[in-house]
């Protein structure tokens, strides 16, 4: 049988291996894992170090003997591929960091993975400073994070991993403050909704410091870190937990001449190959095209990783045609009592590109409201001319999830928002309505383009021209009287039909309500007695929340 190396065991590495095993009973596996543990659960160490996991050895999904024993494969842990010479198709490994030898191959699979950033700041090389990849590290923190002493933390970073480790430590009864250079958190969410999670995180209590990067660490008397900010404030902490990002792990290939990315990211062609004969390269080390906007780009989640592998070992045992299209980057976070998932582009990222589109945002419940426990979520929907689904945000208490997996799997089907009025998704009142949230947002984007009821968002009322349009407020006057956008005219939805004279038909006319519903109505009325009427997606409590 053919000689096939895999460097790297867990997400892609160990699925890789289990996949070629199932197609290829004649090959010979060899998995290389530069750590002591294969195939552990990355996405559960927050947790485990929350306490929401008690128990470790949950972790290790697979041991090296279970592999071994199942799918033959010749698992060597402490194993570490120092270099690869594609010439000649041979690794070099080194073993327990001491002994190197070589180990020819016929195939190789790259799944090397991404490190977390530790930038050249002053005073990072505190032991108290960490970051979290693997088994070693959470029991490195776990261990800190147990002290009584410990009682301040500061997570640096507000990506996924940074708000998950604010989120166990503070429920672990920590003190934490979670820094973040940018002006916001979770770079996938727009501004616009992300402030819903930021605001989840401080009536939590996490203190929050936004757009303020770190410049210096100072080691104290006690063994903590004072940290101090561009902005000048410091403040001190037990524990410093870094998390700002992770780079491909991916130094020992620099002169294999496999092709690497600007970034130090491999490079395959849609079968996952490289530009080396053999070679393939999978997981959060490679660069992989962005399924809406084709360029290129890299998502560092198990979700591709797994999948990756498994269509890099078919195409290994024989399937031609297995290929990777791209990832939507489609992710999800609990944070404390909020879920937020997201799937496709964001706002930023279409601007970025170039790419024009549409935005609709809906409030709906999560299931009917006359059913108890019904929450309502924030729903932001994005698609383009053509009603091509581009993205999708979703941030609420209940039934997140499964609105955001329904918009991901259209995406994927390339659906326009015409399917998502189509579909008919599963529906009682404890679980939802016959309008689902996921057929709203559908019904809402239709009516902007086919020019029923244009949205306008936030941005467009920023930038409006007074002199030629009227910020008009269709709520009650108690509604009006209790807040409302500034600049803006009263006049309740009830009242509309009986008070058009007060209106300038000359301007145009930028309708909002509480939510987006009796606006719609009202830019109804508007158009059929001859105004230019548009309607703010989402209403007041998009922009309360944006404000
Ligand atoms: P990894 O799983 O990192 O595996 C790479 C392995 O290769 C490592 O064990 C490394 O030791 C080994 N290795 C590297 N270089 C060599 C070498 N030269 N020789 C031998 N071995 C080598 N994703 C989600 O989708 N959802 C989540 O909720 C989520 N939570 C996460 C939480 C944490 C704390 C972390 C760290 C990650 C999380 N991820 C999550 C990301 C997810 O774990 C990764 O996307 C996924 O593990 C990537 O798989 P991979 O095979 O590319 O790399």
Redesign the pocket.
Known sequence: GRKIII?????????AAARLRRLDEEAEIIL????E??S?A?????YYIGGTIQDRSKLLVTTPEMMKKRSRIDVRVK????SVNTKEKSVT?RQNGEDTYEEHYDVLIL????K?IRPGIEGIDNPRILS???IHDTDQMKSVVDLDTVKEVTVIGGG??GV?MAEVLTERGLRVTLVEASSHILAPFDDDVVTIAEKEMQDNGVRLLLGDPVTKFNTTDDGGINIFLKSGKSHHADLVVLAIG?AP?TA?LKDSGIELGTKGHILVNEHLQTNCDGVYA????IEIPDFITGRKTAV???????RQ?RIAANHIAGMPSSKYDGAQGT???KIFGLTAASTGSNERTLRRNGVPYHVALVHPGSHAGYYPGAEPLTLKLIYDEQGKVLGAQGLGRDGVDKRIDVIATVIRLKGTIQDLTDLELAYAPPYSSAKDPVNMAGFVAQNDLSGMSPLITLEDIKQRNPEKSILLDVRSVQEYESGHIPNSVNIPLDELRDRLDELDSSKKLLVYCQVGFRGYTAVRILHQNGFNAVNLTGGYKYFKAAS
Do not use: K, M, Q
């Open positions: 460097v790297g065991g867990v997400a892609g590495g160990a699925t290389l894992e530069r750590d543990h294969i552990f990355n996405c559960g160490l927050p194993s570490e591929a120092i490994i799944s090397p993975g991404a977390p979290l990849r693997n996924f991993i998950e992770v792990d020992f999978v997981g959060d080390a560092p989640l198990a979700g591709p990783a797994n592998a992710s999800i976070l």
